[in-house]
């Protein structure tokens, strides 16, 4: 999904993610979140070199057992996965520098 795609309300299970092959991310936030929309253009320009990457964005909330499950407090919260484990994790990125050097921990 790219990253100008809105965030999904239907969330994968557990069970799906840690099963994922390769390399993704999980961008939990929603669109209403001012954090989550000033990194839109940051996680748009670090994606940009990786086009073919599993991006799925999560409409994430008290109650959603996903975001739950992966601790996550705060928006947006970027989760960089590597064969279904966690790899890397950025919280409010501040710079599109600082998602390509996660991204790097992922692809090649």
């Given at each position: 999904?790219?990253?100008?795609?809105?965030?999904?309300?239907?969330?994968?299970?557990?069970?799906?993610?840690?099963?994922?092959?390769?390399?993704?991310?999980?961008?939990?936030?929603?669109?209403?979140?001012?954090?989550?929309?000033?990194?839109?253009?940051?996680?748009?320009?670090?994606?940009?070199?990786?086009?073919?990457?599993?991006?799925?964005?999560?409409a994430?909330?008290?109650?959603k057992?996903?975001?739950r499950?992966?601790?996550?407090?705060?928006?947006p919260?970027?989760?960089?996965?590597?064969?279904?484990?966690?790899?890397?994790?950025?919280?409010?990125?501040?710079?599109?520098?600082?998602?390509?050097?996660?991204?790097?921990?992922?692809?090649?």
């Open positions: 999904m790219p990253p100008d795609q809105p965030y999904s309300e239907t969330e994968p299970a557990r069970a799906e993610v840690d099963a994922l092959p390769g390399a993704a991310v999980l961008e939990f936030g929603n669109a209403w979140c001012g954090h989550c929309r000033r990194a839109e253009p940051l996680i748009a320009e670090a994606f940009a070199a990786h086009p073919g990457l599993r991006h799925v964005k999560i994430d909330a008290s109650g057992r996903l975001g499950s992966f601790g996550v407090k705060l928006w919260t970027l989760v960089f996965l590597k064969d279904g484990k966690e790899a890397a994790r950025l919280v409010r990125p501040g710079s599109a520098a600082e998602i390509a050097a996660a991204l790097a921990t992922i692809v090649g």
